[in-house]
């Protein structure tokens, strides 16, 4: 299922949420107080890690967080980082228990040439064709 989007109002609401006591937006995971267009609103629970139950279900604003873009949501140490990592690690666990996984590959490559004697072996006499039906002579009665 589809990954779940805040509305409109819903992000207006998490947005007055987010504000301190000044009215000013703040960063509710650090408090660092944001100017307009620096925040994003954040997944709690990434929705890729979400059952798909859990999506049946329409999402709330207690889902979701206003995170600075700089000082908690992106970046090294930011929160879609290790998101980003904790999925990839799901992947690699439900691929490991279903028999996902794919079997390991051979190298492709053209491999090594032929010997000269060797090619001259398999090439110089070709077998002669089959025979596919038997000479009368022999079945002759
Ligand atoms: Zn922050």
New binding site residues.
Partial sequence: MARREFSRNQKEEIIERARNAEGKVA?E????ILKKGTWEIDHIIPEALRPEVDKKAKITIAEGQL??KD??HRGEEGKTNKDVSQIAKAKRQYNGANGLKRPKQPIKSPGFPKAEKASKRSSEQPLPPRALYKPAEETSR
């Fill in positions: 960063c995971r650090c408090g660092l995170l600075g000082c908690c």
